[in-house]
């Protein structure tokens, strides 16, 4: 009887074993590794121009508008859309009025009149009395929550104009939003009554609404202050206590 020695056999199963590799190699050409697509780092967006904003994930009109104390009947008709219309992530949305070209009057004398190229800083004061229970935190928190009694009043913290009354931004209830010039907004946000409407001017220490009651009965306003669209920290613009 013939035998194969343990070389022969070995030689042998090498060579199927090769066979096996090649074939799973010209199959998987086509395919392409997780490390080379799943994980590779995607380009990050283009940044906008300035005026414009890309969409994020939960926006909606009215809080891009409240945003940049705009009116969201003002996005729509800047943007070409229907003012009920949804936006979507990545999408790119003007946020300012475009720039209309104009020519100044003459002034006495002739020469061409001037406008003023900057403006007088805002000085806020505090919205309301109270205690600050909850700080600003990028990424965590827009703004402030001051605590006091149930039903105290709410003032402007600014000289401005109301651009938004209403409850259409689930997160932030009951809302009041003032646009103090063309960089600078406050928000006071889950308040109680409203007493102002858009379009009110409105004066620094004005009452525009209610601290509403929280679940643990106390007073309680939202306070944001916004620059550019961006949330800063409202502690950084209002004075010392006692101050």
């Known amino acids: 009887m013939k035998t194969t020695s343990f070389f022969a056999r070995g030689h042998r199963a090498l060579a199927r074993t090769a066979l096996l590799l090649a074939g799973a190699a010209v199959i998987g050409g086509c395919t392409t590794t997780p490390w080379n697509d799943t994980f590779a780092p995607r380009p990050a967006p283009a940044p906008v121009a300035a005026g414009y904003y890309r969409v994020n994930a939960g926006d909606t009109l009215a809080s891009i508008a409240a945003a940049y104390g705009q009116r969201p009947q003002e996005l729509a008709s800047w943007n070409r859309m229907p003012v009920n219309a ?20 003459p002034a006495a004398g002739g020469a061409p009149g001037q406008s003023p190229t900057g403006t007088a800083p805002i000085h806020f004061s505090w919205p309301a009395r109270g ?22 009043a709410v003032t402007a913290a600014a000289d401005g104009r109301v651009v938004y009354v209403g409850t259409g931004i689930p997160e932030y209830g009951p809302l009041i939003v003032i646009k103090h010039n063309d960089n600078l907004v406050s928000a ?26 929280d679940a643990s009965g106390r007073g309680t306003i939202e306070f944001e202050i916004r620059r550019d669209g961006t949330p800063v920290d409202p502690l950084n613009y209002l004075p010392r206590a006692g101050g």
């Not at 949804?86 to 009057?105: E, I, K, N």
């Not at 600050?132 to 001051?146: L, N, P, Q, T, Y």
Request: aromatic share 2%; hydrophobic share 45%.
């Open 86 to 105: 949804p936006v979507v992530p990545g999408q790119v949305l003007r946020v300012a009025p475009p720039v209309v070209a104009s020519v100044a009057p």
């Open 131 to 152: 205690a600050v229970v909850v700080r600003f935190e990028a990424g965590k928190s827009k703004g402030i929550v001051i605590a006091g009694a149930p039903g105290e």
């Open 188 to 213: 006071y946000g889950h308040a109680g009554k409203l007493l102002v409407n858009e379009g009110d001017a409105v004066r620094a220490g004005q009452q525009i609404g209610e601290m509403a009651t």
